[in-house]
């Protein structure tokens, strides 16, 4: 699939989205979700770096009616960070293995946020 690599550091590449997100969009701030390091819009947060409740990668806040096949990638899944309640719809974590779409992804999570009321 395009786009599937592997990458020796995702902590690293994380931070690397985070440098490029915020140099690109004023008014976007760092915070936390799920005590997992986040970008915020609005005071809201749209992306995140997940490590549990859906495995290691980015987390986003696409919506529920985003065409996750539109963005090409396979190494996803939604957010289940509860192991009692069903996966939360509108967020979906991207896997390492489609880190190379991870920026793509964070700008239509951050331009979904902004669109939000």
Do not use: N
Not at 37 to 47: I, Q, S
Not at 70 to 86: N, V, Y
Not at 95 to 103: E, N, V
Request: charged letters at 25%; proline letters at 4%; hydrophobic letters at 45%.
């Amino acid at each position: 699939m395009q786009g599937e690599t592997t990458i020796s550091d995702p902590e690293q590449a994380w931070q690397d989205l985070v440098l490029t997100m915020m140099s690109r969009h004023a008014g976007m701030a760092r915070g936390q979700m799920m005590s997992a390091d986040a970008l915020l819009c609005r005071e809201k947060v749209f992306a995140f770096f997940s490590k549990r409740g859906g495995g290691v990668g980015l987390g986003a806040r696409v919506g529920r009616d985003a065409d996750i096949d539109a963005f090409g990638i396979s190494d996803w899944q939604h957010l289940a960070p509860f192991k009692t309640k069903p996966p939360m719809k509108d967020w979906i974590v991207i896997g390492i293995r489609d880190h190379a779409r991870w920026h793509e992804i964070a700008e239509f999570a951050y331009r979904t946020a902004i669109e939000r009321p």
